[in-house]
């Protein structure tokens, strides 16, 4: 699973002590649910669950506009995932004419999501004052929903992704499993998430390349590129990265690539042959507001974390001392970094302790409780209570209208898959 199917299966094991919860998934589901139900959706079985329902929680692109703006049920919006400003990344180094027609569908959908919506979740506060700038611009902050809610804290609130409150534990070969150049004497440095175009895996090798020569043991390690998702194409930056190891000298001596995916329940096993966990991204807007999930597994697994500064969890890591925070591109900082990593123990175990600390603030038990303090008692927005039918079918014709407009150089088959589901 990648971050948004790992963030509803926690939501629905949370969720599923104080009610009913099914967990719709796109693909034939490989697991049982624990204590919920799993299902495939089609198109048709979407529309029966969300008939079924008393609340739907999504983060709304893969479900139909208009079942969401003709259904009564309260509706929880997650705007966890700041699409705009990856999408600006992804594209920036791509054509306006491609990059024309996702921008527009997403800033489409999103304001259909921000109409629709009872109540909203995001990460932090940080990307809480983001989000409430565009519920704002499209009038949900209002008479209505501030009246006995002047922080506005019912109507959106900070549900970040957690942690298992149970320890990591050992269940099969890790790192060292996987690949018999690496020893057990190795100091190896965990990227534990994807290679996307958003990220800055280049300075992190770079960095490797200047402290390898008097360090054999020092060894890099991408632990999933191939994301789990076959509709998402192979990333721009992967392909670079992949180019400046070999490029380097490093590819399969000092850098090392997992060309798939690490399945969820299996993960411990690679976080705990880690002597840190890395993260690196440039210096762009994405990086201010977005939420970096792998840091999480870091903090569980008790690693220190190096890390670029500008986003919420690199402060948590500076301001609890669970590692060190570098300024984007600093190939200077990450090498000295990484040597102060391997040389200075007494520092690295006053990482460790700080990184379990944090572990023990992010359960899921903790950061979900907003939602299930809302789905013990759903309600309709104050704004939304009363709805007229005509103004909904007016919404959905000018929504179609106003996709079909932005939609001219798309063919119309891609136009199906993403509008209509």
């Excluded at 007016?394 to 891609?414: K, M, N, P, T």
Aim: with cysteine.
């Amino acid at each position: 699973m990648a971050g948004p199917a790992i963030r509803y299966w926690e939501f629905a094991r949370a969720l599923s002590g104080d009610a009913e919860v099914v967990l719709a998934v796109p693909n034939d589901p490989s697991v049982a649910g624990e204590g919920f139900r799993v299902v495939q959706h089609g198109r048709r079985r979407l529309h029966e669950l969300i008939r079924w329902c008393d609340v739907l929680v999504s983060q709304g692109f893969g479900l139909p506009i208009t079942a969401l703006r003709l259904t009564r049920k309260v509706i929880v919006v997650d705007l966890y995932d700041p699409l705009p400003l990856e999408l600006l990344e992804y594209y920036s180094e791509r054509s306006a004419r491609e990059a024309r027609f996702p921008q527009r569908q997403v800033t489409e959908r999103l304001n259909a999501l921000i109409a629709v919506g009872d109540q909203f979740l995001c990460t932090g506060d940080r990307q809480r004052d983001f989000w409430l700038g565009m519920l704002a611009a499209r009038g949900r902050l209002n008479w209505h929903t501030y009246r006995g809610d002047p922080n506005l804290r019912r109507l959106i609130a900070v549900v970040p992704f957690g942690l298992p409150s149970d320890p990591p534990n050992r269940r099969g070969p890790g790192l060292r499993g996987r690949w018999p150049d690496l020893r057990d004497s190795d100091r190896i440095l965990l990227w534990g998430g994807g290679v996307w175009d958003w990220l800055d895996p280049l300075t992190v090798i770079r960095a490797v390349g200047r402290v390898a020569p008097a360090r054999g043991d020092l060894k890099l390690v991408f632990m999933g590129v191939q994301h789990p998702n076959p509709e998402i194409r192979r990333m721009r930056m992967l392909g670079e990265a992949e180019s400046l190891a070999r490029k380097l000298g490093l590819y399969e001596r000092h850098v090392f690539f997992n060309r798939g995916w690490v399945p969820y329940q299996e993960r411990q096993n690679s976080l705990l042959d880690a002597a840190a966990g890395v993260s690196a991204h440039p210096d762009h807007i994405e990086g201010r507001f977005a939420f970096r999930t792998r840091l999480l597994d870091y903090f569980w697994a008790g690693l220190p974390v190096l890390c670029t500064q500008g986003d919420d969890l690199s402060e948590a890591v500076r301001a609890r001392g669970a590692g060190l925070v570098l300024k984007p591109g600093d190939i200077d900082g990450w090498t000295a970094a990484i040597h102060r990593l391997l040389d200075d123990p007494g520092a690295v175990a006053g990482w460790r302790a700080a990184s379990r600390t944090l572990a023990a603030e992010l359960t899921w038990d903790r950061s979900i409780v907003p939602l299930r303090e809302f789905c013990r008692a759903p309600v309709h927005a104050p704004d939304r209570v009363k709805r007229s039918r005509l103004a909904d079918l007016a919404a959905i014709a000018a929504y179609l209208g106003r996709v079909g407009l932005s939609a001219r150089h798309a063919g119309w088959e891609r136009i199906r898959r993403r509008f209509l589901g």
